[in-house]
C-alpha cells in the first residue's frame, strides 16, 4: 500500500501541496526565495513546494515504518520503510529516465522542464538507494549497521525539509524573516553535518567492511557506489547550506534591512581596528561587483 500510494499518489501530494502554500501572504515571499532551486529543476517556485511537501510526506512515512522497524525487530516492517523511498520513488524515476531517453522526447517532467544539472542530482540522489537498499534489503537487514545506517538516510531529510517549507514562506527582508532565515540555514547545516557525515559515514563504511566479508567484492562494490553517490551529496548539501548561512549572516543588505545593518555596524566599528575596517571595505566592494548586493544609494542634491 505504501509503494502503490507513492506510485498513484504523488501527483495528488505535489497538487495538494501547490495549492494549500499559494496563498496571497505566502507566494511573494516563495516566489523570491525559491525562485533559483526551482530554476534548476525547470518548474516554478510553487511547484518546488509542492514537490518539496511530496518529498515530507515520502521521508517521513518511511522514517516512521523503519523506525518502528528498528524498535520492534520487525526487519520485514524496515524493509517495507525502505521500499517506501527506492520501490516507491527510485525506480519510478528510473522507469521514467530510461523511456525519455529510448523514446524521446520522453515523458514529463524529464522532457521538457528538467535540465543536465536536474537529472544528474536526481541520479545521484537514486543511486544511493538502488546501490545501497536493494543488497541490503536482500542480504544484511539482518544487520544493525545497516538497518542504522539506511534510517539515517530517510530520518535525516525528513526535518530539513520541513524547515525550508517553513522558511520559504517568510520575507527575509524583515528582521524576522532574516533571522528565521539565518536560523533554519544554521540547523540544517547542523543536522546535515551531524546527521549525514558524522552518524553516517562511519556507519557506512562498516556496511562496506561488513558486505566485503560476507559476500566479496560482488556485493561491496555497491554499497561503495552507494557511499561515493551519498558522498557528492552530503558535500554538496553542507556546501549549499554553508554558503546560505553565510550570505545570510555576514553579506551585507543580502537579508538583513538597512536601518538594522546601519545600527549594528555602527555600533561594532569604533572596536574594530583599522586594517578589519579596510578589509571589510574591500570585500564590500568585491560583493557589489559581483552583483550579490545592490550598491548603496548616493543622494542627489536639488538645486
Request: proline share 6%; hydrophobic share 50%; aromatic share 12%.
Amino acid at each position: 500500500l505504501p509503494h502503490g500510494g507513492r506510485w498513484f499518489g504523488s501527483p495528488l501530494v505535489v497538487r495538494w501541496g501547490t495549492r494549500v502554500f499559494d496563498r496571497p501572504e505566502f507566494r511573494p515571499h516563495i516566489d523570491t526565495n525559491m525562485g533559483l532551486d526551482a530554476s534548476i529543476y525547470g518548474i516554478q517556485p510553487i511547484e518546488f513546494i509542492g514537490v518539496s511537501v511530496r518529498a515530507i510526506f515520502h521521508h517521513g512515512a518511511g522514517s516512521i515504518l523503519m523506525g518502528l522497524g528498528l524498535v520492534t525487530e520487525w526487519t520485514s516492517l524496515w524493509r517495507h520503510g525502505v521500499m517506501v523511498e527506492v520501490g516507491g520513488m527510485d525506480l519510478l524515476d528510473l522507469a521514467q529516465v530510461v523511456y525519455s531517453v529510448c523514446f524521446p522526447p520522453g515523458m514529463e517532467p524529464w522532457a521538457t522542464q528538467y535540465s543536465g544539472v536536474a537529472t544528474s542530482l536526481l541520479l545521484l540522489h537514486h543511486g544511493c538507494g538502488l546501490l545501497g537498499a536493494f543488497p541490503t534489503c536482500m542480504y544484511f537487514s539482518d544487520e544493525p549497521c545497516f538497518r542504522w545506517a539506511a534510517f539515517l538516510l530517510m530520518a535525516g531529510p525528513f526535518p530539513m525539509l520541513v524547515l525550508l517549507v517553513v522558511d520559504a514562506i517568510y520575507d527575509h527582508t524583515t528582521i524576522r524573516g532574516a533571522w528565521i532565515h539565518i536560523l533554519i540555514s544554521g540547523t540544517n547545516f547542523f543536522l546535515t553535518y551531524y546527521l549525514r557525515i558524522t552518524l553516517l559515514m562511519p556507519v557506512a563504511l562498516e556496511c562496506i567492511q561488513l558486505a566485503q566479508e560476507r559476500g566479496g567484492d560482488s556485493l561491496a562494490s555497491f554499497l561503495r557506489g552507494a557511499y561515493a553517490c551519498i558522498s557528492f551529496i552530503n558535500v554538496l548539501i553542507a556546501f549549499t547550506l554553508l554558503k546560505t548561512f553565510f550570505l545570510a549572516v555576514f553579506l551585507e543588505g543580502f537579508y538583513i534591512p538597512e536601518n538594522w545593518r546601519r545600527a549594528t555596524v555602527e555600533a561594532i566599528q569604533p572596536v574594530l581596528p583599522a586594517s578589519v575596517k579596510q578589509l571589510l571595505a574591500n570585500f564590500n566592494h568585491l560583493v557589489i561587483a559581483f552583483k550579490l548586493v545592490p550598491p548603496p544609494k548616493t543622494s542627489v542634491s536639488s538645486s
